[in-house]
């Protein structure tokens, strides 16, 4: 497996140049690192139950209810081929954010991110969109199952500019509108906004019976505030730079971090929005794996 983790190491992937390489070396790692393991892919929404019948799958069984009634009943999900991702990538300036001992920034982080499942929804044949988005929609490609759908995929989140400001809000009530076909809505953001109003936005996601996952990528600074001696810290998305005793900041900092990370975790639990951290110095495949395995029911 080491050759695997080493493919997703963020120091190698930042001497790599450009996406398409380190898409590239993303899928070839995460191939390897699979050996003989099965393969899974995303699920699809439950639907409901029937009872056991000789020659069932035996994987299907759902043994919490066995548990309870002693009866053996099969889980039944609706058709995988029908499968919509949707991938919504954060191009906003504060996305370019690298902290001191990160090798990639942010919005490199998420695009990687991006890549490596645009590959895996493609493989299962189903089909996966982009939106790239800051204070308004930047890019919107629709859903495709075709092969050659990756490398377009792949141009357009290389070539998308840094935004200045996000204003999620308003673009997750937009999409909200704009994605008729209901699917897996998986957005890539740090998610530095106005909880309220993005939480709002996630809401009406919901409300339309997508199933949202939000891909919370941040650097290892952001969450550990590291600094210790005088720092000139630059603003970003219009706010201004500051020149300050990082360790007199300490303190106040983490706890207005964590007061705003509870407020998105819990707004999200109640509206069924599944949230995953994303560290930039962690390897690709700790959060992919983790992802993947929690969601898969069927071996391609």
């Known amino acids: ?8 190491d963020p120091q190698t992937l930042a001497k790599l140049q450009g996406l398409h390489l380190r898409a590239r070396h993303i899928v070839e790692g995460y191939v390897a690192g699979l050996h003989r393991s099965p393969y899974h892919g995303f699920s699809i929404e439950f639907a409901e139950h029937r009872e056991y019948s000789p020659g069932d799958d035996l994987r299907y ?16 999900y609706e058709d995988e081929t029908n499968l919509l991702c949707y991938l919504v990538l ?6 370019l954010y690298r902290g001191p001992k990160s090798a990639l920034s942010k919005a490199e982080y998420a695009q990687c991110l991006a890549a490596a499942l645009s590959w895996l929804v493609l493989q299962q044949q189903d089909s996966v969109g ?3 988005y800051d204070s308004q929609i930047r890019q919107f490609i629709r859903p495709s199952s075709n092969a050659t759908h990756l490398q377009n995929l792949l141009q357009v989140m290389e070539k998308s500019p840094a935004g200045k400001k996000t204003n999620s809000g308003p673009i997750f009530h937009e999409l909200a509108e704009r994605l008729t076909r209901r699917g897996l809505v998986i957005v890539l953001s740090d998610f530095f906004d106005d909880v ?32 210790q001696s005088p720092t000139e810290f630059k603003g970003l998305e219009a706010m201004p730079h500051v020149v300050a005793d990082p360790q007199m900041l300490r303190k106040a900092y983490l706890k207005e971090f964590q007061a705003y990370e509870h407020a998105l975790l819990k707004g999200c639990r109640s509206h069924g929005i ?27």
């Open 274 to 300: 599944e949230v995953r951290r994303m560290r930039t110095d962690q390897p690709l495949d700790v959060a992919l794996t983790s992802f993947l395995a929690e969601r898969r029911i069927r071996v391609a």
């Open 1 to 8: 497996m080491e050759s695997s983790r080493t493919s997703f």
């Open 61 to 76: 069984v759902d043994w919490k209810v066995f548990g309870r009634t002693d009866k053996h009943y099969l889980k039944q």
């Open 196 to 227: 309220p109003s993005l939480l709002a936005g996630l809401k009406h996601l919901r409300h339309r019976r997508h199933d949202v996952v939000l891909f919370h990528v941040l650097d290892a600074a952001e969450i550990e505030f590291p600094f």
């Open 130 to 132: 982009l939106v790239t």
């Open 90 to 95: 954060d191009t906003s300036e504060s996305m």
